[in-house]
Nanobody
């Protein structure tokens, strides 16, 4: 059974940084595509970034390009999302997911989701 567990969320001031982790069991992330998504209250879930666990190719939504960095540590079977220059509009529950056969942030293509971790950007 594939399971994903996110961690690293919290409260941070605008301009600050957080690093989210997504640790997998039941799947080898180097053989998978992994995405990060976020959902703010009352809004739809949106794709943030994705990575090819094999060759490390990445993709970012325009809203986070230049501020967020996705990476993986295959030895730890973990994918990270480094979030810098955080803004209040980045406040959301962040989810990692896996499942597609291509590099994408289209949520409908992902089958397995973590439980989410809350990120709040506020002064």
């Amino acid at each position: 059974q594939v399971q994903l567990v996110e961690s690293g969320g919290g409260l941070v001031q605008p301009g600050g940084s957080l690093r989210l982790s997504c640790t997998a069991s039941g799947v080898t992330l180097r053989d998978a595509y992994i995405g990060w998504f976020r959902q703010a209250p009352g809004k739809e879930r949106l794709g943030v970034s994705a990575i090819n666990g094999g060759d490390g190719t990445t993709y970012y939504a325009d809203s986070v390009k230049g501020r967020f960095t996705i990476s993986r540590d295959n030895a730890k079977n973990t994918v990270y999302l480094q979030m810098d220059s955080l803004r209040p509009e980045d406040t959301a529950v962040y989810y990692c997911a896996t499942g597609p056969q291509t590099l994408t942030i289209a949520s409908w293509m992902y089958r397995t989701w973590g439980q989410g971790t809350q990120v709040t950007v506020s002064s």
